[in-house]
């Protein structure tokens, strides 16, 4: 192969136009070709398996669905990083504010600032943990704020309820499971969430 093919596969015109036309097989070549370069790429960046496949397998479905359009494509290689490059920034501004929007949740409302953008965040995400919160048995929102909103230790919670120390960590894994569930379900936050010693982390 030489040094152009190693970015373009020689016949890669045609195969466009193949692969516009609805032809699987010359799509197949282009994919094989194209994804061992892209899954590099971003895995190295991100060193995230699950994301850098889910980001291939939004390229690859985009890409076919809008077949027609790849005949209007000069060089699939410059495309495809275009697209991969914008994914990427797609998903790193997601996380800073999915991370923003984590610091606000256990905070009073008082205690967020007059920013809107702060407000909003709060608002959007405080809120639906608190409907998650108001699901929770009693005893386990009771044990539940005490470590988030409280700051008290195991210990402190075990002597102030009259339980022991592993209930009140049996009371929080339930606690956090329940949260991060319904996060999921409702926010579409994905992250494991670990709460303890009063802090919500994304991990």
């Known amino acids: 192969m030489n040094k152009t093919a190693a970015y373009q596969l020689e016949a890669e015109p045609l195969l466009l136009q193949r692969a516009a036309a609805g ?21 190295g960046i991100i060193r995230s398996k699950e994301d850098t496949e889910e980001i291939l397998q939004d390229i690859f479905l985009k890409l076919w669905e809008n077949k027609e359009d ?18 990427l920034m797609n998903l790193y501004d997601h996380q ?3 991370r923003k929007a ?11 600032g007059n920013n809107s953008e702060d407000s909003l ?38 002597e102030a309820m009259q339980i022991s120390k592993s209930m009140v960590k049996k009371q929080l894994t339930a606690a956090n499971r329940h949260v991060k569930e319904y996060l999921h379900i409702h926010a579409g936050i994905s992250a494991t969430i670990t709460i303890a010693a009063g802090l919500i982390i994304f991990q």
């Open 23 to 43: 032809d699987r097989s010359a799509y197949a070549v282009l994919y094989q070709f194209y994804l061992p370069k892209l899954y590099h790429y971003l895995y």
């Open 70 to 87: 790849l005949t209007e494509i000069k060089t699939l290689n410059s495309y495809l990083f275009k697209i991969a490059r914008n994914r």
């Open 96 to 98: 800073k504010v999915r």
């Open 102 to 112: 984590m610091d606000y949740i256990g905070r009073d409302g008082e205690a967020i």
């Open 121 to 158: 965040i709060y608002s959007q995400y405080g809120e639906i943990v608190e409907r998650a919160l108001s699901q929770l048995p009693p005893k386990r929102r009771q044990v539940f704020e005490m470590s988030l909103r409280q700051e008290m230790s195991h210990d402190q919670i075990a």
